[in-house]
């Protein structure tokens, strides 16, 4: 323990880690969800290296601009969001999913989001913002075209952002030096209880975007019960 006591970001990702895997122990019909939604998101733990140095400088194992943190906090947040998103919204995964056809979708809206995120730092946008803005575009057009009522999605980030941010405040309070891990040069001056603000704005408009690109990319249902309290 005394040696994690050097790598703030690595403890706060095996403690979140652990969480995870409590919460997975203890649901039964989100467990599926959140295995999917948790692989689903580690690949994008590699834009971790985009974020160094400009956002935050994490001090990861060897030194790296990404490491197995990345990979832990990327599987922890998408596995928590879709689980929360999965109980808010009742979603229901079809016995047999259709991985082709879930898969092209997935591919399209990271693809049209990593398109408008480069057009926005190359006009100059610092990353993090570019990010938040390709997230609320990809949830805007979600929530137009499926029969999600906004505020279901809504708020399930709103629960998953209320724990982040509880999360984050114990971590800036409780591990050494975790709050300096946020010290770029493109970081918002702004904070919120010490926390910056850009963070939170992140996870919540990341939450409510991963938890309806689950639903469409995997053509869940919402149960009957929810079907016809909407049609009353």
């Given at each position: 323990?005394?040696?994690?006591q050097n790598y703030p970001y690595l403890l706060s990702t095996l403690i979140g880690a652990v969480i995870v895997v409590a919460v997975y122990l203890l649901v039964s019909k ?29 001090g990861r194992l060897g030194g790296f601009s990404w490491g197995i943190e990345d990979a832990l906090f990327t599987f922890s947040v998408g596995s928590l969001t879709a689980a ?149």
């Amino acid at each position: 323990m005394p040696a994690l006591q050097n790598y703030p970001y690595l403890l706060s990702t095996l403690i979140g880690a652990v969480i995870v895997v409590a919460v997975y122990l203890l649901v039964s019909k989100e467990r599926r969800i959140m295995l999917i939604g948790g692989a689903a998101l580690v690949p994008f733990s590699f834009c971790a290296i985009l974020h160094e140095t400009s956002y935050w400088n994490a001090g990861r194992l060897g030194g790296f601009s990404w490491g197995i943190e990345d990979a832990l906090f990327t599987f922890s947040v998408g596995s928590l969001t879709a689980a929360i998103g999965a109980r808010v919204l009742q979603l229901d995964l079809p016995v047999r999913i259709q991985w082709q056809s879930a898969a092209k979708k997935f591919i399209l809206l990271c693809f049209s989001a990593t398109i408008l995120v480069i057009m926005l730092t190359l006009a100059g946008m610092d990353i993090m913002l570019a990010t938040i803005i390709a997230q609320i575009a990809v949830t805007a057009l979600l929530t137009a075209a499926n029969r999600h009522s906004w505020w279901r999605p809504s708020l399930a980030s709103l629960i998953y952002t209320s724990y982040y941010t509880v999360m984050l405040y114990i971590f800036f309070h409780r591990v050494g030096g975790f709050a300096d891990l946020w010290n770029g040069p493109h970081l918002w001056p702004a904070r919120i209880f010490g926390l910056p603000l850009e963070e939170i704005i992140w996870v919540f408009t990341f939450a409510w975007c991963w938890v309806l690109m689950l639903a469409f990319c995997l053509d869940t249902k919402i149960s009957v019960k929810e079907e016809l309290h909407e049609s009353a």
